[in-house]
């Protein structure tokens, strides 16, 4: 509000930097009329661009590792598939914080161009206020169209030469790389969006603190007479970042449910992929792309159609306990979905998963804080990883008697959801006093 009256005021007197592009981004959503078209345009494949190199993986994961050699048995694929799943948000973690500092000091757009980690806060900056909501609606979608058209490259573009033998020959560069050809298309879409992020325009002010001092004291004269502005200066006085329960009880709730959808990602694609002696449903990599893009495509439709609705009649805490009570359900019935077979194996699988999905959607909503949006790429790093473990103990534990094989899995994954759903209620998550 302080930052926004600022601005305002600046704009009104006319006391702006003529050469500062954070000024003229201003300047031009104060005087543009009509639907920003062209910004969301951006936007939106930015986003997708930043979706698809994590959600393609999956599908085609465990046979990459197979193919590595480095497993020494077979139900030690997972093992090493959870750590490759784990690195793309292990990277983000010890990261972002250094992308955020970079993007304050050098501004929003060359970080953009490097990688595409502040597109969320880009968003909000280049819309008028009444296409704000617009805005993060199409970072939100074009997650979601990422998680149907991701898994779908993955798993119809790897493995070409044993796919489409016509195309491809073994002697062939797609031959000998068998998973290059999902990632060169990728790529390409990488270098394209890059090519039109050079277009975007800068929001960060550059002002010099000498050339801007007088503009400054006007613009504090101009608060100082706002009581609303005194009000939000003494609350944020009063409450420190640490001591402010309800926002760090709902960030670790966030952070455990991510960590949850994660490992199910990864076990998803394990279960899917692994022999049937081992409890899996040997599944190929097409086979388990379709499965992830059909459940994407499930997914999207539902954060576009009914999630708002849900959320405006329930509230989000309430939405998050009854998707994480019938998850609970849905979870327990994996096991015994292994156990199908043909047809009704296919009906039964890609019911399950939309349904899993779309109860699990809410959750990658998150929050554009920085603290958030570290401790969630911090749990959705320890996901992969931990799941990758625990199903290559499970496959070793097939004549266990207590939860063998799969069951395990599926069982250590509604324990932390279960976790999750509790950590909702009173007295840990507390809610924001008004």
Same mark, same amino acid.
């Given at each position: ?13 006319n006391?702006?930097? !003529?050469?500062? =592009? ?8 104060k005087? +543009? ?11 939106? @494949? ?9 959600s ?5 994961l465990?046979?990459?590792?197979s ?10 694929i997972?093992?090493?598939a ?9 990277g983000?973690?010890?990261t972002?914080? @250094? ?32 296409y704000?909501?617009?805005? %993060? ?8 169209? /990422?998680l149907? @058209?991701?898994?779908a ?9 044993? $796919?489409? =033998? ?21 790529s ?39 009581? !609303? ?16 329960w309800p926002?760090?009880?709902?960030i ?24 049937r ?18 459940? /994407?495509?499930?997914l ?5 159609s009914?999630?708002?609705y ?11 306990r009854?998707?994480?009570?019938l998850g609970?359900?849905l ?21 399950a998963?939309?349904?899993?999905n779309?109860?699990?959607? $809410?959750d $990658? +909503?998150?929050?554009?804080?920085g603290?958030?949006?570290? /401790? ?7 996901g992969?990883?931990a799941?990758? *473990?625990?199903?290559?103990w499970?496959?070793? +534990?097939?004549n266990?008697t207590?939860? =063998? ?6 069982? *250590?994954l ?8 509790? %950590?909702?209620?009173? =007295?840990?998550?507390? !809610?924001?006093?008004?």
């Amino acid at each position: 509000m302080k930052k926004k009256k600022y601005t305002e005021c600046l704009l009104e007197n006319n006391m702006y930097h !003529e050469h500062c =592009p954070g000024c003229k981004v201003d300047q031009m959503k104060k005087s +543009r009329r009509g639907f920003p078209f062209s910004e969301l345009l951006s936007v939106w @494949i930015i986003v997708l661009c930043t979706a698809l190199p994590i959600s393609s993986l999956f599908p085609f994961l465990y046979f990459m590792i197979s193919d590595f050699d480095i497993a020494k048995k077979e139900e030690d694929i997972g093992f090493y598939a959870g750590f490759v799943g784990c690195s793309f948000m292990l990277g983000r973690t010890l990261t972002s914080v @250094i992308w955020g500092i970079m993007a304050d000091r050098y501004g929003r757009k060359p970080v953009i161009l490097i990688g595409t980690a502040s597109v969320l806060a880009y968003a909000i900056e280049i819309f008028r206020d009444e296409y704000q909501g617009l805005a %993060l609606s199409a970072v939100s979608t074009a997650w979601g169209i /990422g998680l149907i @058209i991701g898994p779908a490259m993955g798993g119809f573009l790897a493995q070409p030469a044993k $796919q489409y =033998p016509s195309l491809f020959s073994e002697e062939s560069v797609f031959g000998k790389f068998p998973y290059f050809l999902p990632c060169l298309v990728i790529s390409c879409f990488a270098l394209l969006v890059t090519i039109v992020s050079l277009r975007i325009p800068e929001t960060l002010h550059n002002h010099k603190i000498a050339d801007d001092a007088s503009s400054h004291d006007e613009s504090m004269k101009f608060l100082s007479h706002d009581p !609303e502005s005194h009000k939000v200066t003494e609350r944020n006085e009063k409450n420190s970042l640490l001591k402010n329960w309800p926002l760090i009880s709902s960030i670790i709730v966030y952070c455990i449910l991510s960590l949850h959808d994660m490992a199910y990602t990864e076990v998803f694609s394990l279960w899917a992929n692994s022999p049937r002696k081992y409890g899996g449903l040997g599944y190929t990599s097409a086979d388990v792309g379709s499965v992830l893009a059909f459940s /994407g495509f499930g997914l999207l439709v539902f954060q576009l159609s009914l999630y708002s609705y849900a959320e405006r009649l329930l509230g989000p805490i309430v939405v998050t306990r009854i998707s994480g009570s019938l998850g609970l359900v849905l979870l327990s019935s994996y096991p015994l979905i292994a156990k199908l077979s043909g047809l009704a194996l296919t009906l039964t699988l890609n019911c399950a998963s939309v349904a899993k999905n779309v109860l699990s959607g $809410q959750d $990658q +909503r998150g929050a554009a804080n920085g603290l958030a949006m570290t /401790g969630m790429s911090l749990f959705k790093a320890i996901g992969p990883a931990a799941a990758g *473990i625990i199903y290559s103990w499970s496959e070793k +534990r097939q004549n266990a008697t207590f939860l =063998p094989g799969t069951q395990m899995v599926f069982f *250590i994954l509604n324990t932390v959801l279960a976790l999750g759903v509790v %950590l909702t209620f009173k =007295p840990f998550l507390a !809610e924001t006093k008004q």
